[in-house]
């Protein structure tokens, strides 16, 4: 199972590049010296891109930035004040900003171009605690049952194989799209995937997905591209076509709770936790870095099980009691 990329132009952050050539340089920087994605990359590069918005308001999309260099520990606070107030971003998001002006001002000090890091001692807002939404298996079972009209053969089983390797997998959506044909061996039902920070790892499948995967092949069009799942292009299915796919399902599924590809790799790991895997190979199936990361899924558990009781308990059902 051979690995490949295309490569991308620029400092490699897809097809967007910005116009100040210090955000350019530290999206280079972040995709080839820290190994990050494309889209990690973009995203950084965009959030140190509304910090230089929010000091020169009304900046041309197409001019550097002036005041960036300039930029003191105290801008750096009401640029958090004013994300945290009315414009109400989330503690996860502004947390994001937050390390993206640390990375990026990082960078400057090491240049040479400032003595200082102004975003280094600004505090992150803490991340409200939350379990992970999951679906029980029924309600998967019942995504995985929907089937979509109004589709040739081709994109209906190309579709049907998403769903179901996203559910056998747990991958992330950015994970799927980015699979080559060359990673894929449906016989042993593994597969290479490319996780964060471009570390790869092996990941099973069931023969649910196998079978699915197969059928697609058998209708794939002809293409030079080495994507495993095609748009109607015949390119590699960027990120935001992989969305419209599974929201089309979970649309037409009938759920009535908000569902997710990455709510879908959340009951995977659910799943696999309550029929018996134990949390170190749950732990390398999702690529996570530290295990307290993967310990979520017991408390997850615990609450399925807890809801799973009462619903099935009599005593507090008993009108007489």
């Given at each position: 199972?051979?690995?490949?990329?295309?490569?991308?132009?620029?400092?490699?952050?897809?097809?967007?590049?910005?116009?100040?050539?210090?955000?350019?340089?530290?999206?280079?920087?972040?995709?080839?010296?820290?190994?990050?994605?494309?889209?990690?990359?973009?995203?950084?590069?965009?959030?140190?891109?509304?910090?230089?918005?929010?000091?020169?308001?009304?900046?041309?999309?197409?001019?550097?930035?002036?005041?960036?260099?300039?930029?003191?520990?105290?801008?750096?606070?009401?640029?958090?004040?004013?994300?945290?107030?009315?414009?109400?971003?989330?503690?996860?998001?502004?947390?994001?900003?937050?390390?993206?002006?640390?990375?990026?001002?990082?960078?400057?000090?090491?240049?040479?171009?400032?003595?200082?890091?102004?975003?280094?001692?600004?505090?992150?807002?803490?991340?409200?605690?939350?379990?992970?939404?999951?679906?029980?298996?029924?309600?998967?079972?019942?995504?995985?049952?929907?089937?979509?009209?109004?589709?040739?053969?081709?994109?209906?089983?190309?579709?049907?194989?998403?769903?179901?390797?996203?559910?056998?997998?747990?991958?992330?959506?950015?994970?799927?799209?980015?699979?080559?044909?060359?990673?894929?061996?449906?016989?042993?039902?593994?597969?290479?995937?490319?996780?964060?920070?471009?570390k790869q790892r092996m990941v099973f499948m069931n023969e649910a997905a196998a079978t699915a995967i197969r059928a697609y092949l058998g209708v794939r069009p002809r293409s030079n591209d080495e994507a495993l799942f095609l748009s109607n292009r015949k390119t590699r299915l960027s990120h935001r076509q992989a969305w419209v796919?599974?929201?089309?399902?979970?649309?037409?599924?009938?759920?009535?709770?908000?569902?997710?590809?990455?709510?879908?790799?959340?009951?995977?790991?659910?799943?696999?936790?309550?029929?018996?895997?134990?949390?170190?190979?749950?732990?390398?199936?999702?690529?996570?870095?530290?295990?307290?990361?993967?310990?979520?899924?017991?408390?997850?558990?615990?609450?399925?099980?807890?809801?799973?009781?009462?619903?099935?308990?009599?005593?507090?059902?008993?009108?007489?009691?």
């Open positions: 199972m051979a690995r490949g990329r295309s490569g991308v132009g620029g400092v490699g952050i897809s097809s967007y590049m910005p116009a100040d050539p210090s955000i350019a340089e530290f999206g280079g920087y972040l995709r080839l010296e820290r190994g990050q994605s494309a889209r990690t990359a973009e995203e950084y590069a965009r959030d140190v891109e509304a910090f230089g918005e929010f000091l020169e308001p009304g900046h041309p999309k197409t001019a550097a930035f002036l005041k960036l260099a300039d930029a003191t520990t105290s801008d750096v606070r009401r640029f958090v004040m004013e994300l945290m107030g009315p414009r109400k971003y989330t503690a996860t998001s502004v947390r994001r900003k937050i390390a993206a002006l640390r990375s990026y001002y990082s960078l400057q000090k090491r240049e040479g171009r400032r003595p200082d890091n102004p975003a280094q001692d600004v505090p992150p807002p803490k991340a409200a605690k939350r379990l992970p939404q999951v679906m029980s298996e029924a309600e998967v079972g019942k995504l995985l049952r929907t089937r979509v009209a109004g589709k040739d053969d081709g994109l209906r089983l190309r579709n049907a194989a998403i769903m179901e390797l996203l559910y056998a997998s747990g991958i992330r959506r950015a994970e799927l799209v980015g699979l080559n044909l060359a990673d894929i061996d449906t016989e042993r039902r593994m597969m290479r995937v490319l996780g964060k920070g471009n796919i599974f929201r089309e399902f979970a649309q037409l599924s009938g759920l009535t709770k908000h569902v997710t590809p990455h709510v879908m790799r959340h009951s995977f790991a659910t799943h696999l936790l309550e029929n018996g895997a134990d949390i170190m190979t749950i732990k390398e199936l999702l690529g996570h870095e530290s295990l307290s990361t993967t310990q979520i899924y017991t408390n997850v558990s615990l609450e399925h099980m807890r809801r799973s009781y009462e619903d099935a308990h009599p005593r507090d059902k008993d009108e007489n009691r």
